[in-house]
């Protein structure tokens, strides 16, 4: 599909990703509030691209429109939680876009941020996708009900082929 288009360094982000992730699975549980805290699950929603990074994509013989579906998974980790409420993250960003188009687009995001304890939240790290590397830029609220988490998060991520704003949101559950 990307026939020399997806680099070396895709594939390692991927692996380092997974293997990251799972390495923060096995973290040792604390009481509530005093330590990590598990709030990974499934994202979905869609993504805008600018005609620079669809002129490019259509150069590695990729057609797409303007608007592609995102699927895939967040890996968040709550490592701090202070007194006021606000709770310091990471969180890494797995998603495949434009499969609603016959197309796969990996990309992984790498984000450190904060959030209120009303639920506002906002965070930026890198991106690694198929047209290279961007800085991602994201912000929202997570709504809760009871254990069960809904986060609504835009995200814009400048780069060299073009801009990209996503629209994402999932849900989660809290797990100590």
């Given at each position: ?14 692996a380092l ?17 005093l330590g ?141």
């Open positions: 599909m990307f026939s020399g288009f997806a680099s070396r360094s895709m594939l390692l982000a991927v990703t997974l293997t990251l992730a799972t390495t923060a699975r096995a973290q040792t549980v604390v009481p509530h509030g990590p805290v598990s709030l990974s699950g499934p994202r979905f929603g869609m993504t805008f691209l600018n005609q620079t990074i669809l002129d490019t994509l259509a150069e590695h013989d990729i057609e797409v429109g303007r608007v592609i579906t995102q699927f895939g998974w967040q890996f968040e980790k709550r490592f701090y939680a202070g007194p006021s409420g606000l709770t310091a993250l990471n969180e890494w960003v797995v998603l495949l876009g434009g499969l609603d188009q016959g197309v796969a687009l990996p990309s992984v995001t790498w984000l450190a941020g904060l959030r209120t304890k009303e639920g506002a939240e906002i965070g930026i790290g890198p991106n690694i996708n198929p047209l290279g590397v961007g800085l991602a830029i994201a912000a929202g609220t997570t709504f809760r009900a009871g254990a069960l988490n809904i986060p609504v998060n835009i995200a814009m991520v400048p780069s060299k082929s073009g801009v990209r704003v996503s629209f994402l949101t999932g849900f989660n559950m809290r797990r100590w």
